[in-house]
């Protein structure tokens, strides 16, 4: 039980009876009655030991036993309660989230194995039994014997007959020992890729330091793991020839194909819930993550690329100044006189980078200095010879304005996937994918207007399901959010919780509590009850909340064609035909929208100030415009009557909204 709710009196009870006690979901407070039994604070009445629980005098026995359990690695607690803990460490370490995931892979690719190693396990500890009783008799006959040893005819066969037994176990204990090594040799066959995948989990975890919300638990990476091992995404993954693949599993390339399978996967799920400006950022730390792990991605950076990608490598201080450069001979770079340090840079830490370059040749790097996509303009006589991430270290040198595109070119090839954006958000398929007992939170920016709430209205609807909203932050509302959140589960209802980032860590911590203990161990209404909740990225948010949620960002896709994709294309057509120009009004009504929102990128050229554009704005937008179309019974064109309103009419209208 939680430690903030649960009596006084059930501490009372342990301490007095000598029972176990166990605190789930610890927060960084400690009840302060709690303290002089942590430290062992006894008072002697007599024979008896006492402590202070609150303003009761308890009697202490000795077989009592206290443990405090908490699933957030950073929990803080003061020193003086810290020295008064023995502290055990259950947190995940790659060593054991290998054995995990080989013990997952080895029971769902071959699962005979599996269960012959449990059956090995059962069969060694009965032999091992029964050669303790075969002793345990004989020494029992030897000690009841009477006379000459040599004489007794019945302890003389009853040794032999135990002497044989023990040697058939011994044969027995010997070949299951032999049996066990066989086993273990074929397990150990799938560790490397175990442990590769393993490194996948530890490659997200720095994703904290650039925001605290991107949180993420261990078992989203073992789910996908086991979504990777699905007969259909393993068929996709196997090579057509299956030539030389081990006897009972799959060979080395197939492994690998499942593993290159998980980062995508991986990398798609966790893009989900990062927000545009830090994707390209993500993707660059998880795939340099890999390859220092190593994860099999070492040949993406050769020694000394990446710190000179980041800026670590500096030139010496010899090397600085135009004078003393030595590239002041290569004519066309005194047109670039800002590229020159970048090409020195280069020159120090990568010889053989700069050998390939061929920087003298202008008329090879003529078209790449000029080009609008110079990432698709690399020298043929160079280009052949570089890899990937060279060629990213390239532009950085010499076209700096074109980084942003190149790096997302090099990090989408890698990865597998057509872009480092997110995959369009679809509420309705990521509610029926993932089980009511884990909520969904929608992170919005900072500052922003942006409420998914006619989404999950419309989403509701379309499942008949009803709808429930509540917002943190007001006074009084723990026990009704805790009320309205058993209501709707045990209607299957839908319940829409914003601003959690307005509540308390306490009030967080009870509502993972109630999902745990209520809907967890049971299955509500029709499967249906689902818990939306929307927050800003907010330091206060709980660990443990975060990683227990599904985590959503709800923002404007990055682009025009991909704000699009989303708005237009994702939409869901209606059943009744549209004429030609409604359909036209329709699209161009999207990509009006689009621009306008794509504009505030570049405030303040496009924009004076950020202006929230949000989707209830193209739906009413929406509505207006098919509002217009059904009314229209003449023969007109409603296009035609829009181009007669007056200039002065929306200008007016404009004022007085703003």
Not at 129 to 158: T, Y
Not at 218 to 235: E, H, M, T, Y
Not at 439 to 454: E, K, M, N, T, Y
Not at 574 to 594: C, V
């Amino acid at each position: 039980m939680p430690l903030k709710i649960f009596k006084i009196i059930f501490i009372e009870l342990g301490v007095r009876f000598g029972k176990t006690l166990i605190v789930d979901e610890l927060d960084n407070d400690i009840e302060p009655s709690l303290v002089p039994l942590l430290r062992r604070e006894f008072k002697s009445i007599g024979t008896r030991l006492t402590v202070q629980l609150g303003e009761k005098q308890v009697d202490f026995n000795d077989k009592f036993r206290l443990f405090l359990c908490t699933r957030n690695e950073h929990n803080r607690l003061g020193e003086h309660i810290r020295g008064s803990l023995t502290e055990v460490n259950f947190s995940v370490t790659r060593s054991g989230l290998a054995s995990q995931l080989l013990g997952l892979a080895i029971q769902i690719e071959q699962p005979e194995l599996e269960r012959n190693s449990a059956q090995l396990s059962s069969q060694m500890e009965s032999l091992q039994v029964q050669l303790d009783q075969i002793e345990q008799v004989l020494l029992e006959e030897l000690a009841k014997s009477e006379g000459s040893l040599l004489e007794n005819n019945s302890l003389l066969e009853s040794l032999n007959q135990s002497k044989e037994k023990a040697e058939k176990v011994a044969k027995g204990i010997v070949e299951s020992k032999r049996l066990r090594a066989e086993i273990d040799s074929k397990r150990e066959a799938f560790r490397p890729f175990a442990e590769r995948c393993a490194q996948l989990y530890f490659a997200i975890r720095p994703l904290k330091s650039i925001k605290s919300c991107y949180q993420y638990s261990v078992n989203d990476c073992i789910a996908l793991f086991r979504k990777c091992f699905d007969s259909n995404n393993v068929n996709d993954a196997r090579p057509k020839s299956t030539a030389g693949a081990e006897e009972g599993g799959k060979s080395h390339l197939e492994r690998y194909g499942i593993y290159r399978r998980l980062r995508q996967k991986l990398f798609e799920y966790i893009s989900l819930s990062l927000f545009k400006e830090d994707r390209l950022t993500f993707a660059m730390q998880y795939l340099h993550q890999e390859a220092v792990s190593g994860g099999g991605g070492q040949h993406l950076f050769a020694p000394k690329e990446w710190e000179l990608f980041t800026g670590v490598s500096q030139l010496p201080s010899e090397n600085v100044g135009e004078n003393n450069s030595h590239l002041s001979q290569i004519g066309w770079l005194s047109d670039y006189r800002d590229k020159k340090q970048a090409i020195e840079l280069i020159r120090t830490h990568l010889p053989s980078l700069f050998q390939q370059m061929q920087i003298n040749d202008q008329q090879a790097w003529a078209g790449f200095m000029k080009s609008t996509e110079c990432e698709n303009a690399y020298p043929p006589s160079i280009n052949s010879r570089l890899s990937d991430f060279q060629r990213v270290l390239i532009i950085q040198a010499l076209r700096p304005d074109r980084l942003h595109a190149g790096i997302n070119r090099f990090a989408s090839k890698v990865l597998g996937i057509e872009s480092l954006s997110s995959q369009h958000l679809d509420l309705l398929a990521l509610h029926k994918e993932e089980p009511p007992s884990r909520p969904i939170l929608l992170l919005v920016s900072p500052g922003s207007s942006a409420d998914p709430s006619a989404e999950l209205i419309e989403c509701a609807k379309q499942q008949q399901r009803k709808f429930h909203q509540m917002a943190f932050g007001q006074p009084g509302t723990e026990s009704i959010v805790l009320q309205m959140l058993r209501q709707c589960f045990k209607d299957g209802d839908w319940i829409c919780l914003s601003n959690a980032h307005l509540s308390t860590p306490s009030l967080l911590g009870k509502l993972l509590v109630e999902i745990s203990s209520t809907i967890g161990q049971s299955n509500p209404s029709k499967g249906e009850f689902r818990l939306w909740l929307t927050a800003e990225p907010e330091e206060q948010l709980p660990g443990v909340f975060l990683q227990t949620c599904v985590k959503i960002t709800y923002e404007t896709p990055p682009g025009i064609k991909q704000n699009l994709e989303q708005n237009y294309f994702g939409q869901e057509m209606e059943i009744a035909p549209k004429s030609l120009s409604h359909l036209k009004a329709n699209f161009l009504l999207h990509w009006l929208h689009a621009v306008i929102q794509e504009r505030r990128n570049f405030i303040p050229q496009a924009w004076l100030r950020f202006y929230e554009f949000s989707g209830a704005d193209l739906r009413v937008a929406k509505n207006s415009l098919d509002t217009l179309f059904a009314k229209n019974t003449s023969n007109s064109d409603p296009l035609i009557l829009l181009g007669t309103i007056s200039w002065t009419y929306v200008q007016c209208s404009i004022w007085r909204k703003n």
